[in-house]
């Protein structure tokens, strides 16, 4: 939900921009026109900022990453491209294998590969190189090639564009980036890579990609011979992509460097200007893609750094070797150290958090003194955040899913949020309980078990989990073994890219938050015939209601903190009462949610906490504690036998 707080512009035109902007309604191209023809820079990013929180709260993502560019010979000649050379030039290289191994290192998480389109190259070693990669570095997610290269690959080894992503998968790749249409101008295109592919084909590619589960990001290259309707074009055209396949995960833009291209002096950067106010545009236009990104190794750290309140919410990553902005002359240092990235991002005033190439938090580095404060990112949390807004500047948001929060309150990184209600017993004694969360008489729609079979032929059966919330595993343990006396199971870690992908192998599925409702909404999971809400089983079982998530504070959080806190909470809940629908509705729309169908959903909800809420937790605790007795609560990935 962003801001409804009013601002007041130095230039007036911005006034009616934000008051879409606050409510909901989508900027228009002349809309982008005028934001970019404003001087009001500082207007401009507080707007981008708000848009920024209301996505990311204070949190601001890094990824300990390494590029590999496995070489620079290629085929084409783009005007603009001050990286390739042509095969037998004294320039060119080619890494073998064992060279590109050598680059990486088991701490990273991600590695991003892109080359030229070489010329002989056989098609296995793209795929050697993706299944070595992921053979002997686990932890490194792989996100390689750009549409570009797969329309390339498509073209000289005669598969399809799916083909190739398929056995691209297959080795281990799961993202894509974003990069090779530079922007979607055809007569950009004509003028400077008229060999290269169009939008056309370069959004086919990412659409195809998308359907099949694979996530990638978008780049638009800026600062050459592009006009600033040809940059909101772009970002037109990459909303629209993005409403039909939800696949982008962050934008990117790029600053042309001119190095030795000849488009323009070598000298001739984008200003820092231009850079602030383009990211700021790219996130007031684009209000479907979760993420934009400061790519510092272009824009400079320095620029980056204050980008970080204009509307950017990612800094990319730690980075090895960027040949491609080196040799065009980027006056970034070569390399970021982590941190000089948590540097950076505190002194921008945001939280620094490591993420993996989906965006999942892998650690957060709050700055001392920080009470960190966790956001639930599903549409049943939307009440609480409408107007939480503590006026003290040491309280930093969080967008953290229920496990993941668990998981930093145990660390004691975050120091409060709604505490999902297993991993509240698990910190009962570090944390005090608000009257505060999240429970439901009666069906929650947004924890389901999709199942090929009923409850009582699960016994042996294969069940995969979503890794999100560990109440909801428990529920469903309690629900098989002391409701049903299902005994024998295998509880199987989903991965995220698979809840998109392939659940066949399953005989269940347990989804929970807005993945659950997104497809009880369409009515279940194809192939599952059954689809099970375990709040109303649990409900109608113990005629109680069910507690998924208790509001918790640590106790070593000062008390003035705890106070801004609580309040903050009491005001959003009275504010939102009686506006489901209006709080509800942006976060209802990505789920295909009208407005009759938030308000609803949101109306099952209890927040605040009475004794029936109270007799909940201690049966759920009660029916916990005696699986725990009799050993059956093995952690998911183990069979359990009866
Ligand atoms: S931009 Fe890509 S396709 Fe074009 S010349 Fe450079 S490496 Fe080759």
New binding site residues.
Partial sequence: MISSKAFTFRDNSLSPIWDKVRNGVRLTKEDGLALYASDDLIGLGRMANEVARSKSGDSVYFVLNRKLEPTNV?V???KF?D??VKAGSKEAYEMTLDEMLSKLRPDLHEVHITA??HPSWPWEFYIDMVREIKTQFPNVDVKAFTA?EIDYFSKKFKKSHEQVLRELYAAGLRTMPGGGAEVFSERVRKEL?KQ?IGAKTWFDVHKTAHKMGINSNVTMLYGHIETIEERIEHMLRVRECQDETNGFLSFIPLAFQPGNTGIKTRNDFTSAIDDLKTIAVSRLMLDNVPHIKAYWVMLTAEVATIALNFGADDMDGTVGEERIAHDAGAISPMELAKGKLISIIHEAGKLPVERDVWYNPIEIYPAKGTTVVSKMPYLNSVPFYHEFAPALKNIEVAPLMPSVLGRFARLGTVSAGPLSLRDFMSVSDRFDRLEYGIAVKGNAHSVLLFSKYGWSDLKGKRIGITSESSTSIELLRILLEKRHGVHEYEFVKLHPAQIQNNLSDYDAVLLIGDEALRNGELGGIPGFDQMYDLAGEWCSWKELPFVFAVWAIAKDVPAEAKTQITHSLENSLVSSAGHYAEIGREHGKRLGMDDAAVDAYLQTFRYRFGIDEHAAMAEFEMEWESLKRNNRTVPVGHSIAA
């Fill in positions: 290629c084409l000649s783009c491209c990286f390739a030229g389109l570009v890579f290269k």
